[in-house]
């Protein structure tokens, strides 16, 4: 098995039941502080990649919320992601900036390589397709996202190099005993 | 105090006091929509705008404080446009067919729309796609008549603590609703229906059960009984143009006659009886505590209100063993009417239906609960709301304000007035201690006429004691007593009465809980809008028909003596326990 693979499963085949275990300790810090949620949930999502909804359940529990407050954060930032993700996220820009830049036709760029929609994840496990508005860098708009890469004005002829950078890029590093 | 204008109008105001507030004192109305009276405003509806001279941009009146020196104009020209567009542009998503619509003529955006002089829908919006939310027995909710006002996520989760309605989604796409896109019973809803109380439109209302109960006066195979609910009466008139607080109990049973029940009866009955379970339960209790030494569970709670039932249910398992037994009166009247009245008349009990009028949506869940078939069937088949009421007498062409008033019919029929007070919060605690009081000390309770003033009125938990004395010698254990009693309404302050109780903070033995503000007289089922003022004016109405009782004790009530001489035996004896008991199950709050 080669390193990039243990490191792709690592993700994908934690169970829930793992993630509820380690859960209580991730989120402790946040419970008691005003405005604990959301950071909660971020560190939820980083470490298991996505949010199911039996620890979202917990969370709320956790948190003395009802679920269906947890789930309208959830459902309103589009950063929080209910389903397994890829190893990579490409979130491109649709703010007015890179809109009026031709931040559309980076977007159908991205599909088309991708072969995915938006919201998605490609078969290999490898890229998660997501939107964003606005990332704060208008100046260089179009731009996109990888991760926590920000990429400027993109061509969509220059995107097919630029993914194929992190599908080949190793991931032993992302593998945290 | 500052200064302001308003319409040129000089007026004063306390700091801190918003436009829309000092406006209506004045006596200038406003026009809102998601306004929701002693809640944080949310601004969501832009209704209320008015324009603030010096100000960038016209303001929401609901939101915005008042400041020194303002001026404020709600009817300028400027602001008649906006205000109308705002509706114009609300319109413009929302499912428009009014005439089938539930809300048809009672819905507060048709009457914006009327008010604000739209005359076309000048934007062609996207709608959202229609998804019909049926998955509860007690609530119906239609995403596509939404105009995300806001108002039952506020008093979902402000008002009763629960938080089941939230918006979900962000921008256009936000859908106010349970979890991401789940029915109400996949999260932990009580059903206490405040949410349909409040929506301004048809987005959530009850579940109709009309068409069934029709069908059942329609078969002449059935012997068809009807119960109301204490809090109909002081609110039914408002279907028919009375103003709030006007009691049409005798009007309300010559309409039930001419609908064509076979018997008109009363829940009040049951309540007489409640009483007599409830207030025996409760001495049972504080003499196994006191001279028995056992472990207890108190204080007790009432159990009249099924909301409350579900939220203990779901929230407080651990105070399930602390719920009084007894099962609502409600359900007590399904199963009296379905063995002690059916036999009297001979009718078998699975001819018989049992029809329930109440102020309450959550009654529609509690009638289904597996609990309550005592009589070997479903005790209570159906449940309308005070609205659905409504909706029927219209339906049948009663012309209800010229109907004489009549009786009730015997045997079910008959109450007392500590019956009626069930309708307000604090009620079930007065009824419960004109009668335990007059039971252990052979005299009635020593109140100003018989009202236990501390735990009635509006504030949100109460609380009353009074020291027992100079008992009768069955009672002796109890002497010198300070019996500790408390009272909540609505579902947030019995939370914070439950955690007080719950840290040992305050220590009570007898707590009556009613789910919704003020009691029954402001359910979920109630006309719509109910605010505290109508409340005011719907408990008044219920203390009226109280003080207009020749008897106002449960235990004078000789129609339940006679039940038990004949049929049950005594309170708490075997017979009562089959019918009049229930037991309760600890819900996961999905």
């Known amino acids: ?177 | 105090m500052l200064n302001l204008t308003i319409n040129g109008k000089s007026i004063t105001a306390e700091s801190g006091t918003t436009i829309l507030a000092a406006a209506r004192s004045a006596g200038i109305r406003i026009p809102t929509l998601c306004y929701l009276e002693k809640s944080e405003p949310t601004g969501a509806c832009r209704v209320c705008l008015v324009e603030v001279s010096g100000a960038r941009t016209l303001c929401t009146a609901c939101s915005m404080p008042v400041a020194d020196g303002m001026e404020v104009q709600t009817n300028s020209p400027k602001v008649r446009a906006a205000r109308r567009q705002t509706v114009e542009l609300l319109l413009s998503e929302h499912d428009g067919n009014c005439q089938i619509c539930d809300r048809n003529q009672d819905c507060e955006l048709q009457n914006l729309a009327s008010e604000l002089g739209v005359r076309e829908i000048p934007f062609e919006g996207e709608k959202a796609e229609a998804r019909i939310d049926a998955s509860t027995p007690a609530l119906v909710r239609d995403n596509s008549k939404c105009i995300k006002c806001r108002r039952c996520v506020t008093v979902c989760s402000a008002i009763q603590g629960v938080g089941a309605l939230q918006p979900q989604g962000r921008g256009f796409d936000t859908v106010i609703g349970p979890a991401f896109t789940l029915n109400l019973d996949g999260v932990a809803c009580v059903q206490c229906g405040q949410c349909a109380a409040v929506c301004p439109v048809g987005a959530i209302s009850e579940r109709s059960h009309v068409e069934g109960v029709w069908a059942a006066l329609e078969d002449s195979s059935k012997t068809v009984v009807v119960q109301t609910a204490p809090a109909i009466r002081a609110a039914l008139g408002e279907c028919f143009g009375y103003a709030p607080g006007t009691l049409v109990t005798g009007k309300m049973a010559s309409a039930l006659r001419a609908l064509g029940f076979d018997g008109v009866f009363d829940t009040n009955f049951t309540a007489d009886l409640t009483i007599m379970e409830e207030g025996t339960e409760l001495l049972t209790r504080l003499k196994r505590a006191l001279v028995d030494g056992e472990d207890v569970p108190l204080p007790m709670f009432t159990s009249c209100s099924p909301g409350w039932i579900n939220f203990a249910e779901y929230y407080y398992p651990q105070f399930l063993p602390n719920l009084s037994t007894c099962k609502s009166p409600q359900q007590m009247f399904g199963a009296v009417a379905k063995t002690y009245y059916a036999q009297k008349i001979g009718v078998k009990p699975e001819d018989m239906v049992v029809v329930s009028v109440m102020p309450c949506t959550a009654k529609k869940f509690e009638c289904q609960r597996p609990e309550m078939h005592a009589s070997g069937v479903q005790d209570v088949d159906y449940v309308l709301t005070t609205r659905e009421l409504g909706r029927m007498i219209k339906e049948a062409g009663i012309d209800f304000r010229a109907l004489e008033d009549t009786e009730m019919d015997v045997p079910l029929g008959l109450s007392s007035g500590a019956a009626d007070i069930f309708a307000n919060t604090g009620g079930v605690m007065e009824a419960a201690l004109r009668t335990a009081y007059e039971l252990i000390t052979g005299r009635p309770l020593p109140m100003d006429n018989l009202h236990v003033q501390p735990v009635a009125g509006l504030t949100g938990i109460k609380s009353a004691s009074i020291v027992l004395e100079d008992l009768l010698p069955e009672w002796a254990f109890l002497e010198g007593v300070e019996l500790h009693v408390a009272v909540s309404h609505g579902l947030a302050n019995t939370r914070k009465l439950l955690e007080k109780i719950r840290t040992g903070e305050a220590k009570y033995h007898f707590v009556e809980v009613m789910t919704c503000p003020g009691g029954c007289i402001g359910g979920g089922g109630q006309p719509r809008l109910t605010d505290d003022a109508i409340r005011c004016k719907r408990m008044d109405a219920i203390f009226a028909e109280d003080e207009g009782k020749p008897m106002r004790k449960s235990h004078e009530n000789q129609a339940v003596q006679e039940l038990y001489k004949d049929f049950l035996g005594e309170p708490l004896g075997h017979r009562s326990h089959e019918l009049l008991h229930t037991h309760y199950h600890a819900k996961e709050p999905v």
Do not use: N
């Open chain 1, 1 to 177: 098995m080669t390193e990039a693979l243990k490191g792709c499963m690592c993700t994908e085949t934690m169970t829930e039941a793992e993630m509820l275990s380690e859960l209580g300790d991730l989120t402790a810090e946040y419970r008691d502080k005003p405005g604990g949620l959301i950071p909660a949930l971020q560190v939820a999502q980083s470490r298991f990649g996505y949010l199911p909804e039996s620890v979202l359940r917990q969370i709320a529990k956790d948190f003395d919320k009802s679920y269906s407050e947890v789930t309208g954060v959830v459902s309103f930032y589009s950063f929080f992601s209910t389903t397994p993700r890829g190893r990579h996220t490409v979130r491109v820009c649709l703010g007015t900036a890179c809109y009026v830049r031709g931040g559309k036709e980076v977007l159908a760029a991205v599909r088309k390589e991708l072969g995915i929609d938006v919201g998605e994840t490609t078969e290999d496990q490898q890229f998660s397709l997501d939107v964003g508005r606005c990332f704060g860098a208008c100046g260089l708009a179009p731009v996109l996202m990888v991760d926590d890469d920000v990429h400027q004005r993109v061509k969509p002829s220059k995107l097919g190099a630029l993914l194929k950078a992190y599908q080949a890029e190793p991931v032993a590093e992302e593998v945290v005993a």
